[in-house]
């Protein structure tokens, strides 16, 4: 049987991705974690001196903190089964990237298993997303110089 | 021997089986009954995956070897293997029994590749007593092919669950009132362009199509000669394909058709498609399949491990999926005609 | 049945909420008719609490959810705007929540002694960067 053929027996039979559902699970999951990041920048608006703007670095801290805890308890990664990109997206999905890998690789010692392999998933985030605001942020300084818009 | 088909003149005996499993299996597989140990700790109350890996093989060796009531000295030739990378849990496993070693890999058809090397070695009258065996570890095989446990990574249905087991089987010279080892086929590799490491049924299934029509033909046999045909770890997804391809091939039906890795965990859809990895194909084969056969309910199988021989890097590199699967049939019709 | 429970739900999620208002604390001389007058008629605006004392002007407005994306804008517009009617007073104009809260607390309060103090903190904790 060539494969172009199995592909196409393959692909008959395969269940489908059940798209529209992951699409609504994701956008729950991922409404409900930024709806509890919301109530948090409320609450660090509320009680502490922060204003919206300098609130987001506590509310990233806290829940990155959360899901740190869910990783290591287990839960985020049902979390992520049922939400799909919901849970991977926001900064909790960050996060739960870096501590599974962390505790992953706790075996082999802290410098070369922790240290080294922590950001095996992460860094490619933090590299590209490095990369996308100097993008960003050069268009805009060209924008700018240019006079089509201003900061 | 001829297109891989081998016929096994002495008929070699599975002497005994011994099966460890961890505690997911104890608690959600539904032959769990039927293995010798389970664990109550996923690394066997040692520090790592991998430690608990080595520990679930040797003991399956050990209580192989204890229900047959042999030492490890008198054991000639070890043949075990697993998917970790150099199988250091089968290393150490040999190292820890002292028996002369061989690792195999045929990644999760290791547990009927390794038979049919000691089979051979029987026959050929090289060997008195071989355990041959696999083992597949969840945790520490999840990591090495995929992510880290605790990532959350959404798995579609079609994905797998690596069990937590290992099996061992004892073989040495005929006797008659024992399993006996017949013929086997050694697979070929086949690749039918599959590329999705979470879709490993699919990837599988012809190269168990290709196995079982070379058995067929080459033993001159047919799918009724058999009380049951059962692979490895298609899945469900991968199984509904073997079946698909079957009728198109035109074999009659494919009701005594079994596949252990859709059976393992009962069908339970937190498992997605079921169960694979080398200890699922071990684990059923030598306990649920082989008590079976000794209690007379089968009289003859075709047991067709199948694997997928992939690495990290290889689909990485955007390489496809190349799979394999070994068949061998066992009977207790004592020393019938060939 | 269960699903007209969800249209509930779905309907009161949507509705939000829909304050709206202005309101105006002075405890100086000069006329906040103007002032009044300004914030209400900004389209953007839905919500302005506004405390006029000594030198200081100080009003925390929320605007509409869709101007949202544009609110630095519309405080500053509404910032300069102001400059040029009361020319005598140093406004401070701010979409922060925080500005708002603050000084709906404060006027809520009324404690006039402590006003001073606390326009400067909020005034001090706006500029704040991250």
């Known amino acids: 049987m060539e494969q172009e053929k199995y592909a196409h027996l393959e692909k008959e039979l395969s269940p489908k991705t059940p ?46 903190f959360i899901s740190m805890l869910l990783t290591g308890f287990g839960l985020y990664k049902k979390i992520s089964q049922f939400g799909g990109a919901g849970a991977a997206v926001p900064i909790t999905g960050f996060g739960n990237a870096v501590v599974s890998a962390a505790i992953e690789h706790k075996s082999e010692g802290y410098v070369l298993g922790v240290g080294g392999n922590m950001f095996k998933l992460a860094g490619s985030v933090i590299l590209f997303g490095v990369f996308s605001a100097f993008v960003v942020a050069l268009i805009k300084t060209l924008l700018v110089k240019f006079g089509v818009v201003s900061w | 021997m001829k297109n891989g088909n081998i016929i096994f003149k002495t008929m070699p005996s599975i002497h005994s089986t011994g099966v460890t499993a961890g505690p997911l299996e104890k608690k959600k597989s539904v032959f769990a009954q039927q293995f010798d140990k389970l664990y109550e700790d996923e690394r066997c109350d040692l520090p790592t995956n991998e430690d608990g890996h080595r520990q ?28 970790v990378n150099q199988m250091t849990p089968s290393n150490f496993t040999a190292q820890a029994l002292g028996i002369p070693y061989i690792g195999l890999f045929s990644a999760c058809a290791t547990s009927v590749s390794s038979m049919i090397t000691a089979a051979l070695f029987t026959d050929a009258q090289y060997a008195n007593w071989i355990v041959a065996g696999s083992s597949s570890h969840h945790n520490a095989i999840e990591r090495q092919f995929r992510y880290p446990l605790e990532y959350g990574s959404q798995k579609g249905a079609t994905a797998q669950w690596t069990v937590t087991a290992a099996g061992a089987v004892l073989i040495g010279q005929n006797k008659p009132e024992l399993p006996s080892i017949q013929c086997a086929t050694i697979g ?68 005594n058709f079994r596949d252990a890795g859709e059976e393992f965990y009962g069908k339970d ?55 394999i699967a070994h068949a061998i049939e066992i009977t207790r019709d004592g020393v019938d005609t060939i | 049945m269960k699903k007209l429970g969800m249209l509930f739900i779905l309907l009161f999620l949507l509705t939000g909420c829909s304050e709206k208002g202005t309101r105006i604390e002075n405890t100086t001389t000069f006329n906040d008719d103007q002032l009044e007058k300004t914030l209400d008629h900004n389209e953007h605006v839905k919500l302005a609490i506004a405390l006029l004392h000594e030198k200081d002007l100080i009003a925390g407005i929320r605007v509409n959810t869709f101007s949202r994306f544009q609110k630095k804008k519309i405080a ?27 000084t709906q607390k404060l006027i809520n309060k009324g404690k006039e002694g402590e006003y001073h103090k606390k ?7 706006e500029k704040e960067q991250t």
Not at chain 1, 31 to 47: H, N, P, R, V
Not at chain 2, 58 to 78: F, R
Request: glycine letters at 8%; one cysteine or more.
């Open chain 1, 19 to 64: 798209i529209l559902k992951n699409v609504i699970r994701a956008f729950l999951t991922g409404g409900l974690i930024c709806l509890i990041g919301q109530f948090i920048a409320l609450f660090y608006i509320t009680y502490f001196n922060f204003t919206e703007r300098t609130a987001s670095n506590p509310t990233v801290a806290t829940m990155i």
């Open chain 2, 56 to 83: 679930l093989m040797y003991d399956a060796v050990m209580i192989a070897l204890s229900k047959a009531k042999k030492s490890p000295e008198k054991i000639d030739i070890l043949l075990t293997g697993d998917l």
């Open chain 2, 188 to 255: 070929k590799v086949v690749d039918m362009g599959m590329t999705d490491p979470l879709n490993m049924g699919s990837a599988m299934a012809p190269a168990a199509m290709s196995t079982l029509t070379n058995h067929l033909t080459g033993h001159g046999k047919t799918i009724d000669d058999y009380d049951t045909i059962i692979t490895g770890d298609l899945g469900s997804n991968g199984f509904k394909i073997l079946k698909a391809l079957a009728n198109e091939s035109g074999l009659p039906h494919t009701k």
């Open chain 2, 269 to 323: 859809p937190t498992f997605k498609a079921g169960a694979s990895g080398s200890g699922c194909s071990a684990a059923v084969f030598f306990s649920d399949v082989y008590q079976k056969l000794c209690k007379g309910e089968y009289r003859r199988v075709l047991l067709i491990a199948t694997g997928a021989l992939l690495s990290p890097l290889s689909y990485q590199q955007g390489d496809t999926i190349p799979c």
């Open chain 3, 76 to 102: 500053n517009e509404l910032k300069e705007k102001l400059e040029k009617e009361y020319p005598e007073l140093n406004i401070t104009v701010s979409a922060d929540s925080k500005v708002l809260l603050e």
């Open chain 3, 119 to 125: 326009i400067e903190k909020i005034k001090s904790i």
